[in-house]
């Protein structure tokens, strides 16, 4: 039987049009992004990696090193005014790729699936164009207290 291709995902249109500083800020964490996690294919698959795991072949320096676009990217979400609970989830993101990248070979092989990078890209610019995002929980409203009685 042959193989049938998934239909690729798209993203929901945005609830804003990006300014266009706001469009060059996403498009520069996008573009770090594909170069730390996507830069490479394993020809015959689906994989992808890039320099992300490659610097982590180098024993304990390497994911530290792997580390520096990785805030860069959080840097240009602070930048674009990014809430708290955002960069918080991004320096998550980027402790996990870091805690476990350091772990020889395991760590190696976490690196190729997790893609801490493109995580915190899309979570860029999915704040950057108004889109709630479908995996957080819905923040509680300051005004949304029960009816007085």
Known sequence: MPRTRRPARTAPPPAKPLTDDD????????????RMDNAF??????????????????????????????????????????PKRLLGRMGFNIGVDWVIGLIPL????????????????????THLEGRPDPRLPPRPHAFSAAPAE
């Open 106 to 125: 395991l760590g190696d092989v976490f690196d190729v699936g997790y893609k801490a990078n493109l995580r915190n890209a899309v979570l860029l610019r």
């Open 41 to 82: 294919r394993i020809p015959g698959t689906r994989i992808t990696f890039g320099f992300d795991t490659i610097l982590g072949l180098v024993p304990g320096v390497g994911d530290t090193l792997a580390v520096a676009p990785s805030l860069y990217i959080v840097k240009l979400a602070h930048d674009a005014g990014a």
């Open 23 to 34: 469009a060059r800020i996403a498009d520069r964490a996008d573009w770090i992004a594909q």
